[in-house]
């Protein structure tokens, strides 16, 4: 994503939302086409120039066109993560900039539902030093790393590669009891 980045200013992280975000949209195209395919099949299986068949072909490629715009809207959306601010891009034809600069957020927190959990993405919190209104971002691949990465500029320790290690098994063998 093109931006207009201030001189001293560095990009550390830049990313799209989550390939999940496809899968509605996907689903919704494959069981909408096969859909509109078996019932123009069903309705006039031996002529193709049925209007029935004009009407299934013509759902389908809505259903297509459908997936294809959620494929657009996730390459038009990105987050920008830099040592003095965080961008947020939305849309294709209309723009939605967000600029959140870094010296007024307090905190970072994450919320990752089970299925987040599974796939690898979640929402990462941004808080505000003061007041109300917290940003969310949504679908951020490995948001731990992110929200870590956050975490790290925010207090101005810039590590490379700022990733949660969770530790190693800290469980000894429980004693033995004799009874």
């Given at each position: 994503m093109k931006l207009p980045l201030r001189e001293d200013e560095t990009v550390l992280v830049e990313m799209r939302p989550h390939w999940s975000i496809l899968v509605r949209p996907l689903t919704t195209a494959v069981i909408g086409t096969s859909l509109a395919l078996?019932?123009?099949f069903l309705w006039?299986?031996?002529r193709g120039d049925?209007?029935?068949d004009l009407a299934a072909g013509v759902l389908a490629g809505w259903f297509v066109l459908r997936f294809l715009l959620g494929v657009l809207r996730r390459r038009g959306t990105a987050v920008v993560l830099t040592d003095r601010r965080l961008i947020s891009r939305s849309g294709l034809i209309g723009r939605s900039v967000t600029v959140v600069p870094l010296?007024?957020?307090g905190g970072v927190s994450l919320r990752r539902p089970f299925a987040g959990r599974l796939l690898g993405y979640g929402t990462v919190v941004l808080h505000p030093l003061w007041g109300e209104g917290e940003s969310l971002l949504?679908?951020?691949p490995r948001p731990g790393r992110f929200a870590a990465r956050v975490a790290d500029v925010l207090a101005g320790s810039m590590t490379e590669a700022p990733v949660?290690?969770?530790p190693e098994d800290d469980t000894?063998?429980?004693p033995r009891v004799i009874v």
């Open positions: 078996a019932a123009g006039s299986p031996e049925d209007p029935v010296d007024k957020v949504h679908r951020i949660y290690e969770p000894e063998p429980l």
